[in-house]
């Protein structure tokens, strides 16, 4: 019974080419039913034509000069037909076999001999088997079928129907036909190659199959597919078009034999498929239910319009392959073009394979997946690194394309199989996908890691750095089944490597791998860099593994880039870019490089802070040179950024990395107290940190350059310096509030190395603050700028609830000789503690370097500083100990004791010019607070000789204590005269000491006194000029020894002053 074919067509079959063909004699006869046909050797053409009135009647009709059984006739009429057995025999032979609805035939055997045989049937009904078959190699057959059907109803192990033409250049045509059974065609052979010593002629064994509209059902044999299709010879072409099968399908088009050859064409098949349909009722899970090889070199496949119930392999060209030894004949990159569209696999039955599995393993491969939908895992294997070891064109790269795919699976899913594997791993790959749709994890392996040349020296070929291309964009990834991998997992390991992902959502892990360090040890061009951009993604899981970040971005090679802009992500992150600096390799004397690293962070959001352990945001480039830049983000957990190392001291004379944030705002709901909740450190000398706008909830941590120590001289094996370690941090618009962790500052800074610079301003912050900028130690190693450190402070608030009493709300140390420090504007409820420059050194013993005098200046304008807390110790205290440091306070009010110490005797004991003197201004000064007279308000301490003071407008409720330094182991008379002026002023109580034995000049202006006051000079030849002052105390004037001149002029005293040892 014939079956219904669908999109059924009527299609006019062209004629038979009968001209020019010699005259020839057939033999026919019936045999028990059977229509028996037997061709001579010459060319010989008939039309077998059933009657239309008769059942099973046909006319066998010769065309030009054939005879039937040596008579020439123009028909021959035979009745009582079930069959039809045809020997063709030798020369060019053409047969029609034509039926009716009202003929049905048990069987069809044809047998083709020698020459070029056509063979056409048309519209018949068979109820057992076809069977065509051309075994001749040398000449191509014509095999057409149109609107045939078998329609077999019992059990036969043998197909239903079986067309073999071996010859080359031959050609098979199903059309508009039904079979049930299974079906067999074999077209073309194996290429081969030419054999000189026998005179064989090579031949490529093309052959070409177009089937279109075929309907195969009931599959009786389980061990074969319903359609078994071979072409194997070089440049053959297969078409399958708007047909149906029950049961799989297996195409094998072209053959990799020929590539070893040399033959036109490298074995490449051509296979079409379009508008099929394939179910089982009864699926063997050993076999693949579409399976579609075309393995030679330049091979393609086509599929539009499928509907597959079972898995489906497709394989075109092959593994790239070196010379042959014998004939020198390349076999090639072994590339292949797959073009997919528009499918859709169902019940995927085989566990042990993914739904589809494609493989384009050649160099130079291209495959498109597209707008289809699978229930079951999907792999792609694209390109192969064997070319690059192999000098081939290409390099084995591989380009996949995938577009609007969906997979799911309503089975059991096997943990092992990703739901989506794309493997291009041929140097210079490339893979895009864009819209995907994926229920399960995924992993993307494109290009390979750099590899030397080859170690056996056979090729002798650099596989390069086996760069890899992905670009990922409208992937939604859910349902991760395998919680021991990411959803996404992409691995780009060649240098020069670039990925990027764009709006798309993930429920679960992200992990993309790109680039490598291993490339910088072989001096490849990219050092193994690798780029990496990520926008408008979305990730979130229900089920997270503590112990890994639900986004990883690990790009390790020098010159790596990294970009995020856009990221809403629920758990902790890990970003790692570059590598640490390395030297050159002790064997080759290629340099691994600085292992520099980008990467520019914008609009992130990160929430749901899940692995304790480590930070919401890790992020590293150990490398020397980096810049990393984080703005417009948010974060529900602490941040770590490592910046830089210091191993690339020695490799480098500086450079160091720049770290750039803007516009962050960190907000924890829960607190782990032992780590700092944002966390920069940019070791390397050189670095620079900027921050402008910052909320944060918790405790801050920055670090920048490092200090000069003993490796900083020069390198024994290199000569070169490290240099001072600089740093530099300019910090902008900070709210920090909500100090967690009570035992360090709410903001520590530090910046230890020479020449580094720090400022901060238009700031806020509930709690300590502390400012560690430059370092003493640089001095002792003779390097230019000796450790100074620059601080600037402007427009800063500093509250706190719960202060610890033993330490400064506000610390600034800058110990290094020529530091400075500048405070303009700033409102702090508590103590501050401003260190400036260090002692005088002396000459190192062993290399004789001075360690310098050590001076620093501070100038510190609009303080106010309110909640003296800590009665232990003033409320601000200033210490510039250096020789020649210059200290000024102004326009300042302070709730507590100020207390300044300035210079240095230390100075005088070792040969130093200077001396250690200091400088101090004081001007506009005001006290909210009233204290015991007998402790300092005001405390200034000038330690070396020559120093000088300057108080002018200030207004001290208290003491007011002054003390100015001398010598005591150099000539006086060459140390110039301590100078202290006091103008403007009011004050509770004063008392100005010399200790010494210089010369001081002190004048007292203007100024008015409430309680005692006491002004001692000692050694040397002394001055005191007071003018215009009111003296409401007991008043002492002591010029000490030597010749010392008093002058008073419109002074007012309550009490006689007592005056003495005054010569003038």
């Excluded at 074919?5 to 059977?34: H, I, K």
């Excluded at 239309?52 to 066998?60: E, K, M, S, V, Y």
């Excluded at 950024?641 to 705002?665: C, F, K």
């Excluded at 402008?692 to 490796?711: F, K, Q, T, Y």
Aim: proline fraction near 5%; glycine fraction near 12%; charged fraction near 20%.
């Amino acid at each position: 019974m014939a079956r219904a074919l669908p999109n059924r067509r009527r299609r006019q079959l062209e004629q038979l080419e009968l001209r020019q063909m010699l005259a020839g004699d057939v033999t026919v006869d019936v045999q028990d039913g059977s229509l028996m046909i037997w061709g001579d050797d010459d060319d010989n053409a008939l039309s077998i034509v059933a009657d239309p009135r008769r059942a099973n009647t046909f006319r066998i009709v010769p065309q030009t000069d054939t005879t039937i059984n040596g008579q020439a006739t123009t028909q021959l009429v035979v009745s009582g037909v079930s069959s039809i057995r045809a020997t063709l025999g030798g020369g060019n032979d053409a047969v029609l076999v034509q039926g009716n609805p009202r003929t049905s035939l048990n069987a069809i055997d044809f047998r083709c001999d020698d020459g070029v045989d056509r063979v056409y049937l048309r519209q018949l009904r068979v109820e057992d088997s076809i069977r065509v078959v051309a075994l001749e190699a040398e000449h191509a057959d014509f095999i057409t079928f149109e609107n045939v059907v078998v329609d077999r109803k019992a059990y036969k192990i043998e197909p239903a129907m079986v067309v073999r033409a071996l010859g080359s250049g031959s050609e098979v045509n199903v059309i508009q036909s039904s079979f049930s059974a299974d079906v067999l065609i074999e077209v073309g052979h194996e290429a081969y190659a030419p054999e000189p010593a026998t005179g064989v002629v090579g031949s490529s064994g093309t052959g070409k199959v177009k089937i279109q509209d075929l309907s195969l059902y009931r599959r009786f044999e389980k061990a074969n597919p319903i359609l078994r299709l071979q072409a194997p010879g070089s440049d053959s072409e297969v078409s399958v078009s708007h047909s149906s099968f029950e049961g799989p399908v297996r195409l094998e088009v072209g053959s990799r034999q020929a590539s070893s050859l040399g033959l036109l064409g490298q074995g490449a098949g051509r296979v079409v498929v379009e508008d099929v349909l394939i179910t089982s009722k009864v699926i063997d899970k050993s076999s693949p239910m579409l399976a579609l090889i075309a393995p030679g070199g330049g091979s393609q496949v086509r599929v539009r319009g499928a509907d597959v119930e079972g898995n489906v392999l497709i394989e075109v060209g092959h593994d790239a392959s070196p010379p042959d030894p014998s004939s020198g004949v390349a076999s090639g990159g072994g590339s292949g073009k797959v073009h997919v569209r528009d499918l859709h696999f169902t019940k995927w039955v085989d566990k042990t394979s993914p739904s589809l599995m494609l493989r384009a393993l050649g160099g130079g491969s291209e495959v498109t997946l597209a707008s289809s939908s699978f229930e079951g895992p999907v792999r792609l294997e694209v390109g192969s690194r064997q070319a690059s070891f192999l000098g081939l064109v290409g390099g084995g790269a591989g380009k996949v394309s995938v577009s609007d795919i969906s997979i799911s699976s309503k089975l059991h899913i096997d943990k092992i199989w990703p739901i989506l594997a794309v493997v291009a791993p041929g140097g210079g790959s490339q893979v895009h996908v864009q819209g995907a749709d994926v229920e399960g994890n995924v992993l993307i392996e494109v290009g390979h890691d750099a590899s030397p040349s080859d170690p056996t020296g056979v090729v002798g070929v650099a596989t390069g750095p086996g760069a890899g291309k992905a670009n990922l964009q409208d992937l939604h990834f859910h349902k991760r089944i395998d919680k021991s991998t990411p959803i996404l997992l992409l691995r780009a390991p060649g240098g020069g490597s670039e990925v990027s992902v764009s709006s798309s959502t993930f429920e679960g892990p992200v992990r993309l791998e790109v680039g490598s360090n291993e490339a910088s040890s072989l001096g490849l061009v990219g050092q193994g860099a690798g780029k990496v951009s990520v926008s408008d993604i979305s990730i979130t899981s229900a089920d997270l593994d503590k112990s890994s970040p639900i986004l990883a971005l690990v790009a390790p090679g020098g010159g790596s880039e990294i970009r995020v802009r856009g990221a809403d992500v629920e758990g902790n992150v890990l970003i790692e870019v570059g590598h640490e600096a390395s030297p050159p390799d002790a064997a080759t004397g290629v340099g691994g490089g600085m292992g520099a690293g980008k990467a520019h962070l914008q609009d992130l959001h990160f929430r749901k802070w899940i692995d304790k352990s480590s930070p919401i945001l890790m992020l590293r480039a150990p490398g020397e040179g980096n810049e990393v830049s984080l703005s417009s983000s948010s974060f529900e957990g602490p941040v770590r950024m490592e910046v830089g190392s210091h191993r690339s001291r020695g490799l480098t004379a500086g450079g160091g990395s720049r770290v750039s944030i803007t516009d962050l705002a960190i907000a924890l709901k829960e607190f782990d107290k032992s780590s700092p909740v944002l966390a920069l450190v940019a070791p390397s000398g050189g670095s620079e940190v900027r921050v402008r706008g910052a909320d944060v909830e918790g405790n801050v941590l920055i670090e920048v350059g490092h200090e000069a120590d003993s490796s900083s001289p020069p390198d024994p094996a290199s000569g070169v310096r490290s240099g001072m370690g600089t740093g530099k941090a300019n910090l902008q618009d900070l709210h920090f509030h909500k100090r967690i962790d009570k035992s360090t500052p709410i903001l520590l800074l530090r910046a230890p190395g020479g020449d580094s610079e720090v400022s901060l301003s238009n700031s806020s912050f509930e709690g300590p603050v502390r400012l560690e900028v430059g370092s003493s130690e640089a001095s002792t190693l003779g390097f230019s700028g000796l450790g100074t450190g620059k601080v600037s402070v402007r427009d800063l608030s500093i509250t706190a609830d719960a202060i610890d009493k033993s330490s400064p709300i506000l610390a600034i140390q800058a110990p290094g000789s020529g530091s400075r420090v500048r405070v303009r504007g700033a409102t702090v409820e508590g103590s501050v503690s401003i260190e400036v420059g260090h002692e005088p050194l002396p000459p190192d013993s062993a290399t004789g370097v001075s360690g310098g005098m050590g001076a620093g200046k501070a100038q510190i304008q609009d303080l106010h500083l309110t909640k003296w807390i800590d009665k232990s110790s003033p409320i601000l205290m200033l210490r510039a100990p250096g020789g020649g440091s210059d200290v000024s306070v102004s326009s300042s009010t302070f709730d507590g004791p100020v207390r300044l110490e300035v210079g240095s005797n230390r100075a005088s004991s070792i040969g130093l010019v200077g001396h250690g003197a200091g400088k101090v201004a004081i001007q506009d000064l005001s006290f909210t607070r009233r204290i015991d007279k007998s402790t300092p308000l005001l405390s200034a301490s000038l330690n070396g000789g020559g120093s000088q003071i300057d108080v002018q407008n200030v207004d001290v409720p208290g003491l007011a204590r002054i003390q100015l330094g001398g010598s005591n182991s150099v000539d006086a008379n060459l140390v110039r005269s301590n100078v202290a002026r006091i103008l403007d002023s009011n004050f509770g109580a004063f008392d100005l000491q010399s200790l010494g034995e210089i010369s001081d000049r002190v004048l007292v202006e203007r100024c008015l006194f409430n309680g005692e006051v006491s002004v001692g000079l000692s050694g040397g030849d002394d001055y005191l000029q007071v003018v215009d002052s009111i003296f409401s105390g007991s008043v002492l004037f002591d010029g000490g020894d030597g010749m010392d001149t008093l002058v008073e002029q419109g002074n007012r005293f309550r009490r006689p002053p007592a005056r003495l040892n005054w010569e003038q």
